[in-house]
């Protein structure tokens, strides 16, 4: 079984695998449009993390995971709490193109989605607002900043052919506002 993830599953996917590989699936725009009230955010402030939205000209680039044997129930049960249960996403079936050359063949890989119709769905937003709400926003994995930056270092190393405009754009207004909260009260003062 392959796993395909294109947010916090590139760096910490929290299961066995045999081997990974990146690479992309067609038909679909990364979207900081889910809300996280666990892993990124909580209740009072939720995070922004990554869902995929249908998009037939675009391509989202990410990791698949290859799990055998033993591997195949615990990473699935292990998914099914983080994503589906926590996290609101479904699954479906989709086909990962690996970036090396000698893969002939897409493979069938399992994504989490999530949809619109889930509670924690948020929708669209300016990616000032986006960034807003991501450096406010901290859960249990951690700051909802180090999700976003993660992100986009992994698409800046591993996919630098790759543009993801919603996410670079996040990113640099995050940047932006970020000088504004390191002002001490002594800086205030010189002003």
Known sequence: VWIFGYGSLVWRP???FTSRKVGFIRGYSRRFWQGDTF???????PGRVVTLLED??????GVAYEV???QIPASLQYLNMREAV????DTKLVKFHPQDTDAEEPILALVYIATPQNPSYLGPASEEDIAAQIVVSSGCAGHNIEYLLRLADFMRYFCPQAEDK???SIE???I?????LYCTEESLEET
């Open 39 to 45: 892993h990124r955010g909580s209740k009072r402030m």
């Open 172 to 174: 640099e207004a995050l």
């Open 86 to 89: 926590l996290g609101g996403y």
């Open 166 to 168: 919603h996410l670079f």
């Open 14 to 16: 929290g299961f066995e």
């Open 68 to 70: 055998r044997g033993e």
């Open 56 to 61: 037939c000209g675009a391509c989202t680039w």
């Open 176 to 180: 932006s506002i970020l000088p504004c």
